[in-house]
């Protein structure tokens, strides 16, 4: 039954992907048609693009009442991005370089927005003040980073493929005149998008019942490796196209997006109530490790190689066979 409801998760996972793909594009596209001047929206959905499918699970977590779901899937997500997604992007690449002055301050940035949320719910709770907190933190990310991360998606994005087409659709959307059809489109795909995460966190649910396994680690590892993809896929073809900038400034940004934008926005919702630290706590020393382990790959040799994203994969999977066992 376990194995049938893991499957299960990872086919709604895809939805939500796709039906985010929808919602994007369609509102880009309506925004254009409609000559609205959303020149801070569209760098908004360009910057969350990829955190997309962990955001909406946030929401719909958030509402249903399970937060923890969303805390795991955050945390779990962020480790995955800096040692599961990078390691198997840079394996089968062979080598990325270390470009760009900006990957310099955000690397910092993104190390302590990665801990920031723990810090908060040290005392036990992550509230809606603290909430609002890391929107605000967010906000100031926003502000100081956008433009320039925005010109940089938009000049990159060119070939096809799902999230090539994806990111392209969003700078150079295709005008047909069809507002309507659009229009729908926009809702349809909001539609999927909240039926597709309430039945991620039902399922997710039914998982920790059935397995006598707490929620938190459902979001932990089974998860977020499916709400990562997005991110593999930019990350392997952003490499294919010789612009590591893109992926190191991709892996980082969904970093600081998970831990105070989607963070934050569950937490005002519902706020995150734990009980015991050990699990949050492990999972962000697991977070530290993995990335003080990447800057130390990335920062001695400006470049990231074969064997040290194979150490990476290592690191993800010890991490894992810890968790469960």
Same mark, same amino acid.
Do not use: C
């Given at each position: 039954m376990i194995p049938?409801? &893991?499957?299960?998760?990872f086919i709604f996972v895809l939805?939500?992907?796709?039906?985010?793909?929808? /919602?994007?594009?369609?509102?880009?596209?309506?925004?254009?048609?409609?000559?609205?001047?959303?020149f801070v929206l569209s760098a908004i959905l360009l910057a969350m693009a990829t955190s997309f499918p962990e955001l909406f699970?946030?929401?719909?977590?958030?509402?249903?009442? *399970?937060?923890?779901?969303?805390?795991?899937?955050v945390l779990g997500a962020n480790i995955a991005n800096i040692s599961l997604v990078a390691g198997i992007?840079?394996?089968?690449?062979?080598?990325?370089?270390v470009h760009g002055e900006f990957i310099k301050r955000e690397v910092l940035v993104a190390l302590v927005a990665g801990i920031f949320p723990l810090v908060l719910i040290f005392d036990g709770e992550l509230g809606r003040v603290d909430g609002l907190i890391l929107l605000s933190v967010y906000g100031a990310y926003m502000a100081s980073f956008f433009k320039e991360r925005f010109m940089q998606i938009a000049h990159h994005h060119r070939k096809e493929g799902y999230i090539h087409r994806f990111m392209r659709n969003l700078t150079h959307p295709k005008i047909d005149g069809h507002k309507a059809r659009d229009l729908a489109r926009l809702f349809i795909g909001l539609a999927l998008l909240l039926f597709s995460a309430d039945v991620i966190v039902k399922i997710a649910k039914e998982i920790a019942s059935t397995s006598n396994m707490p929620i938190f680690l459902v979001g932990l590892v089974l998860l977020s490796v499916g709400t990562t993809l997005p991110e593999l896929a930019f990350s392997i073809r952003s490499l294919e196209d010789k612009e590591p900038t893109m992926f190191f400034g991709?892996?980082?940004?969904?970093?600081?997006?998970?831990?105070?934008?989607?963070?934050?926005? *569950?937490?005002? &919702?519902?706020? &995150?109530?734990?009980?015991?630290?050990? %699990?949050?706590? #492990?999972?962000?020393?697991? #977070? /530290? &490790?993995?990335?003080?382990? #990447?800057?130390?790959?990335?920062?001695?040799?400006?470049?990231? /190689?074969?064997? %040290?994203?194979? /150490?990476?994969?290592l690191l993800y999977v010890a991490f894992v066979v810890v968790e469960f066992f």
């Open positions: 049938g409801l &893991i499957l299960l998760l939805v939500l992907i796709k039906s985010a793909d929808m /919602v994007v594009i369609s509102l880009r596209r309506f925004s254009q048609e409609t000559h609205t001047k959303v699970v946030g929401v719909t977590s958030a509402l249903e009442q *399970t937060p923890h779901l969303s805390l795991g899937n992007s840079a394996f089968i690449i062979g080598k990325v370089n991709n892996l980082l940004g969904s970093i600081i997006a998970n831990s105070t934008l989607i963070l934050g926005v *569950t937490a005002t &919702i519902y706020p &995150i109530t734990i009980t015991s630290l050990k %699990e949050p706590m #492990f999972a962000g020393i697991a #977070f /530290v &490790i993995v990335y003080l382990v #990447f800057w130390l790959f990335t920062r001695t040799k400006m470049a990231l /190689v074969r064997w %040290e994203a194979g /150490v990476l994969l």
